[in-house]
């Protein structure tokens, strides 16, 4: 079955910018493999990326309908507070099973800046095959994230910190974890030889997905 990759940036994106991960990771995947390649982006800040979250999950929805309907499976990258829009997305799609013709082939979540409790329903439901997250402890990101939100969660403020966990949602045989703690929050999209290797992992897991019966 035809695959498209469809990348989401976090927040501090410049929308429209020539040199971002997300023009990257396109033309990479145009490029290196067989596969379509999109991306979603958007420009928001840590105070404002609230504001608008679930209509940009809304309309990431719209977009992968129309690639179903032309018999692609979908594959969706997201990094940081993407990762929150991929988890609103997924939840759209399984309080809408009729419109969806199949799962999510797969998600990859890097540096995810959600909680376990987003991907719990969809993997339960299972509107994910599969679920891949590239963490670090040493993201000082998320940590500051964490602490925001037990400080300011009452006002909408504040991130999860999935990317933190050890063995995030580890009861799931189909979730795989990929760590590096010599790592920062965007140390995996750095142009140059660390996005080279996260691309490289990134596609060979996802075109040899690990055996989840194992």
Not at 105 to 130: K, Q, T
Request: charged share 20%; aromatic share 12%.
């Amino acid at each position: 079955m035809r695959r498209v990759f469809v990348f989401i940036n976090g927040i501090f994106n410049r929308a429209g910018a020539h040199d971002g991960w997300t023009d990257r990771a396109v033309t990479w995947t145009a490029t290196r493999t067989p596969h379509k390649a999109e991306k979603w982006e958007y420009s928001a800040g840590a105070l404002t990326r609230r504001f608008l979250q679930q209509s940009r999950a809304e309309k990431v929805a719209t977009m992968l309908g129309y690639y179903e309907r032309a018999g692609f499976s979908i594959v969706l990258v997201g990094h940081s507070n993407g990762s929150d829009i991929i988890a609103r997305v997924l939840r759209l799609r399984g309080d809408q099973p009729w419109f969806f013709a199949q799962p999510v082939r797969s998600v990859h979540l890097i540096s995810p800046a959600a909680d376990e409790a987003d991907f719990e329903d969809a993997l339960i439901g299972g509107d994910c095959a599969l679920l891949f997250v590239y963490g670090s402890a040493n993201d000082r990101a998320l940590r500051l994230g964490r602490v925001s939100r037990s400080l300011f969660g009452w006002a909408g403020l504040g991130y999860g910190a999935l990317g933190l966990a050890t063995a995030p949602l580890a009861e799931f045989p189909n979730v795989f974890v990929h760590r590096n703690d010599a790592y920062g929050h965007s140390t995996w999209l750095e142009a140059g030889m660390p996005f080279e290797a996260t691309m490289q992992l990134l596609h060979s897991r996802d075109e040899n997905p690990p055996d989840v019966l194992k």
